[in-house]
């Protein structure tokens, strides 16, 4: 007996849409920032949108195509 694992959405995403490069990307802004400006609240405020984008895209993008049960079409389509 196996046991499937629930489809996930990354997947379905080509390389520069998966969490490292999401992580890898949004880190280099936030450092980037920091190592051109070298001024805290400009640097936090370029990270606060960042942080946002991140986090809906590793959090509840994936989360909420789970649950519109795309992601089980999807890989019945592909059996």
Known sequence: MTVQKPPSIWMYKPWWC???????????L???CWLL????????????PVLIWM??????YPRLMQE????????????
């Open 37 to 48: 400006l070298k001024v805290v609240w400009l640097t936090v405020l370029a990270t606060i």
């Open 55 to 60: 986090g809906f895209f590793l959090l509840v």
């Open 30 to 32: 936030i450092g980037g």
């Open 68 to 79: 519109s049960g795309l992601l089980e079409e999807l890989s019945q389509g592909d059996e």
């Open 18 to 28: 998966q969490p490292w490069s999401i992580v890898l990307t949004g880190s280099a």
